[in-house]
DNA sequence: AACACGTGGTG
DNA sequence: TCACCAAGTGT
């Protein structure tokens, strides 16, 4: 077998390793195509009803290029970036990634990589190895939705990631952002790609405010198709240079200003970095919600080799109704197998 | 639309 | 300390 399975599947296509980053150690690129290759359409009729894709064409225009070079010098080398991570390695990744930083990523991905280096190998065990090999990074059905959606891959797609926004969007666990992170960062293809990150940077650079709204609109999802570069590997790029931008100095606290790339253009900065009005972004609650109890529960069960007496579960919580009631949870949501005898295991399905 | 869903780092 | 925050998805 190929250690780079998604890699072979697209050899044909010498565009799509560069979307997202560079070989640790390769001198950053500097292609000529940012400024022309990145001028969006130009708007085609006149009137009011224009203005806003106008402003966004100029807005682009004006940040294509810097944030593009930007992210050919900073770019992190992330292992799920590299040319032998492929399709599969991008698309674990970014299940990983979902809610979840970079750096308690990375050492989870590496094991997971280098046990099921293809789709087909994660599809032929257990789901509940998925679960166990998911460790502490939470929200432990995404574990379960990547075992599933690699079943899905054997089954409908031959073994090999699928291309297609609208096939990867029918997988399991692979939302909206999701697709269009593999989409465009496994085979370098033209897509939005809005997450927490690129949200906030265009709130900032280009809509001058703190914050995005607390859900993601239509305005927002029209915005970033309207920034997004014409040219295919441009605006590959262009995706994964936003996300990073926002990640490491357009941050939700503590923007460091000093260090971006189109700061003197930020609409925010000059409409005097306002601070957020609003309804205050709802913090969610754990400490004796549900949910920790389910997290307590799963720790027991992760690392259990062998079947787990009930007895071993009431432990984790005093409360028995609660306890129940996320066990309970557990088993309906497929994470945990209930076997006779009052004993529990993670599924073997 | 609002809520459930884990875990750990940080200012 | 504790509220906030981290590459979302499903219902």
Redesign the pocket.
């Known amino acids: 077998m190929t250690s780079t399975p998604a890699t072979a599947q697209s050899a044909g296509d010498a565009a799509v390793e560069p979307a997202t980053g560079r070989p640790a150690g390769t001198p950053a690129p500097r292609p000529a195509d940012s400024a022309a290759a990145s001028a969006p359409a130009a708007a085609s009729v006149t009137g009011a009803a224009t203005d806003a894709a106008d402003a966004a064409d100029a807005a682009g225009r004006r940040l294509h290029a810097p944030v593009n070079d930007w992210f050919d010098e900073h770019a992190r080398d992330?292992p799920?970036r590299r040319p032998e991570a492929g399709a599969w390695g991008v698309m674990v990744?970014?299940f990983m990634?979902?809610?979840?930083?970079?750096n308690?990523v990375v050492p989870v991905y590496e094991q997971w990589l280098a046990r099921w280096p293809r789709p087909a190998d994660l599809a032929a065990e257990p789901s509940g190895e998925a679960v166990r090999a998911w460790g502490?990074?939470?929200?432990?059905?995404r574990a379960l939705?990547l075992h599933a959606a690699a079943s899905a891959i054997r089954e409908r797609h031959g073994g090999d990631v699928p291309r297609e926004h609208a096939q990867l969007l029918a997988l399991?666990?692979?939302?909206?952002?999701?697709?269009a992170?593999v989409a465009s960062f496994a085979y370098g293809q033209r897509h939005a790609v809005l997450?927490?990150?690129v949200r906030?940077v265009f709130a900032r650079a280009v809509t001058g405010r703190q914050y995005p709204p607390n859900?993601t609109t239509a305005a927002e999802r029209k915005l970033a198709r309207a920034l997004l570069p014409e040219d295919e590997a441009t605006a590959a790029k262009w995706a994964a240079a936003t996300?990073?931008l926002?990640?490491l100095v357009c941050?939700?606290?503590?923007p460091e200003c000093v260090r971006c790339p189109v700061a003197a253009q930020c609409a925010w900065r000059l409409a005097g970095s306002p601070e957020h009005e609003g309804p205050?972004?709802?913090?969610?609650t754990?400490a004796g919600?549900?949910?920790?109890v389910?997290?307590?529960l799963?720790?027991v069960l992760r690392e259990a080799v062998a079947p787990v007496p009930q007895a071993r579960l009431d432990a984790v919580w005093h409360e028995p109704i609660q306890r129940a009631r996320a066990l309970d949870?557990l088993v309906a949501d497929g994470l945990v197998e209930p076997l006779p005898d009052g004993l529990y295991r993670l599924p073997l399905t």
């Open positions: 992330l799920w990744s970014e990634l979902q809610q979840t930083p970079v308690r502490r990074l939470g929200y432990p059905r939705r399991p666990g692979v939302g909206e952002y999701t697709a992170a997450d927490t990150n906030r859900a996300m990073e926002g990640a941050t939700a606290r503590s205050p972004r709802r913090v969610q754990y919600t549900d949910r920790q389910r997290g307590k799963l720790d949870g």
